[in-house]
Each structure stands twice: as structure tokens, then as C-alpha cells.
């Protein structure tokens, strides 16, 4: 009798087989003539708006969501191999190859002989592991180039925060948080005078410094600054949504900025109770 997580194993090869055998033919030569279109480079904005739309599933607790999600996920995972494995590049298998082989080496108090005490234990470990893997690719002791990486690879907000993690985690940081604050302060000046007197090109880059400072701030106060702007973006759009209900179906454009205002602080209180 085959035991009960086998035949669900096999059900999951099953339905990844299907998948890989629908992207294939998609991708036939008298498949979709959009899909033959993609490559690499245009189904990147596909892969990211689907990794965010999993996050807001998951963050939205709804199973049937979030399964619906995956999905759309794991096809763009299933789709970039099958445009590899076209170019002789990789395939399907090289990717889970590489992640299995990835995991294992990364838990060796789970595959080898390595004794860990605490959750904070794994942590350092796999640092320490990764950190001597890339150490390895690059040949070159340097923190650099993982901090290039987080600039290309992650949200803005999220890379900005890993670079001073990790920045900060070699010694290059300030002695106390007024540091920070100080620090702040210079760089909202300059960015004013850059607003005044310099061209959008260096408005941008001063706005730049101000935000990576911001997060710093965040980080020295152990705040999550992604997490809080979301928050304010979600209590923007309910506030708004307010102010829209207090309309009556007229256009905003009707009222005027003192209406508008008083709109908003009655749609802050509302939502506040």
C-alpha cells in the first residue's frame, strides 16, 4: 500500500509535468504567439508584479488567493527555464538542481554534523555560509559586491536597508543615533538647496540621500521602514476613500482646498474610531 504523502508527492510531479508540458507548448513553434514573443528581459515586470501579488495574498490570509498566486508565480519560474532550456542554457531540473544543493549545504545541522542551540544559531551559520560561498565566486574578500546586488535585485526601500544592515554589521557606522540625526538634518538641507538652486538631476540624487538616511533612522530604532509605508499608503487610500464617500458622487474637483481639508479630518477621525 503506498503511503499517503507519496501519492501526494506523486500528484505534485504529476501536476508539474502538466505545467511544463502547457509552458512548452505554449511556446511551440504553432503555440501563442505572445508567449513565443517573450524573452528573459520582457517577462521581468511579469516576474515581480506576481512575487508582490503573492506577498498581498499571503498578507490577506486567504488560502484559495494564495494558491491562485503561486501559481502565476510558478509559471514565470516555469516559463524563464523553458526559454533556457530553448537556448541550451538550463532547464527545470538545473534550477531545483541548484536550490536543493543550495539548502543542503546552508543546514548542516539538519544534512551534516553541525550542532545548533537556538534559531539565532542557523542565522549566523548561514551568513557565514553564504557569505563564504560568494567569497568563493568572486575570489576577493570584499562586502561590495553583495551590496551591488541588493541595489540591483531588491525594492529600493528593502536594498537600502540590507546595504546599512550589512554595512553597519563591518564596522561602518555611526558611534550613536543623534549621528543619524545629524546626519538627517545635513541632508534635508542640502536637499532644499538642491530644490532651489540645482537641476532635477541633482534634485534626485540629494532626494535619494535624504530617504537612505531616513532608513537608516528606522533601522537604528529597529523599524521596519517598508512596513511603514505601507501602512501609510493602506491608511491613505481608506482615508481617501473616506473623503470620497463625504463627496456625495460630485468630483473632487468641485470643492475647494479648504472643503477638501476639512473632508480629510473628518475621515481621520471616523477611521480613528
Known amino acids: 500500500m503506498t503511503a499517503p504523502h507519496s501519492e501526494t508527492r506523486q500528484q505534485s510531479l504529476d501536476a508539474l509535468q502538466r505545467l511544463m508540458e502547457v509552458v512548452a507548448k505554449l511556446r511551440s513553434p504553432d503555440g501563442c504567439p505572445w508567449d513565443l514573443a517573450q524573452t528573459p528581459e520582457t517577462l521581468i515586470p511579469y516576474v515581480l508584479e506576481e512575487a508582490y ?105 528593502t536594498a537600502a536597508l540590507k546595504i546599512s544592515q550589512k554595512a553597519a554589521s563591518v564596522g561602518f557606522e555611526w558611534e550613536d543615533v543623534e549621528g543619524v540625526w545629524e546626519k538627517f538634518q545635513e541632508e534635508l538641507g542640502e536637499f532644499r538647496l538642491a530644490i532651489e538652486e540645482e537641476t532635477q538631476a541633482r534634485q534626485q540624487e540629494e532626494l535619494g540621500d535624504l530617504l537612505f538616511t531616513i532608513v537608516n533612522l528606522a533601522r537604528w530604532y529597529g523599524l521596519d521602514p517598508d512596513a511603514a509605508l505601507r501602512g501609510t499608503n493602506q491608511r491613505f487610500v481608506e482615508r481617501f476613500s473616506q473623503v470620497e464617500a463625504l463627496s456625495e458622487g460630485r468630483s473632487l474637483t468641485d470643492y475647494s482646498s479648504e472643503e477638501l481639508e476639512a473632508f480629510w479630518r473628518r475621515a481621520k477621525a471616523k477611521l480613528k474610531k
Open 53 to 157: 501579488e503573492v506577498v498581498d495574498a499571503i498578507r490577506q490570509g486567504e488560502p484559495e488567493a494564495i494558491a491562485d498566486e503561486l501559481g502565476d508565480l510558478l509559471l514565470q519560474v516555469v516559463l524563464q527555464a523553458q526559454i533556457a532550456s530553448e537556448a541550451a542554457q538550463f532547464d527545470l531540473a538545473t534550477v531545483a538542481d541548484h536550490i536543493s544543493e543550495k539548502l543542503i549545504r546552508r543546514h548542516p545541522h539538519v544534512f551534516g554534523d553541525v550542532t545548533v542551540a537556538s534559531v539565532d544559531e542557523v542565522h549566523q551559520n548561514w551568513e557565514q555560509i553564504k557569505a563564504a560561498e560568494e567569497a568563493a565566486k568572486t575570489q576577493v574578500q570584499t562586502l561590495s559586491p553583495r551590496l551591488s546586488r541588493y541595489g540591483r535585485s531588491l525594492p529600493p526601500i
